[in-house]
């Protein structure tokens, strides 16, 4: 059980990491297409993970 809760934590502390980055970045999809939102997505989030080291 204690694996599952050291999981979840880290799964949440990289969501809002994650999430602190896009909105630094001003992150924004509205009135793209579903593929082009989900390049947009993608890229955003190559580039978190980049950055993240």
């Known amino acids: 059980m204690a694996l ?15 999430r602190a980055y ?10 793209l297409t579903g593929k082009e939102a989900t390049l947009c997505i993608t890229q955003a989030v190559a580039q978190w993970a ?3 080291g």
């Open 22 to 31: 896009l909105v630094e970045i001003r992150f924004a999809f509205s009135g």
């Open 4 to 18: 599952e809760t050291t999981a979840v934590g880290e799964s949440e502390a990289l969501a809002a990491a994650l």
């Open 50 to 52: 980049t950055a993240s």
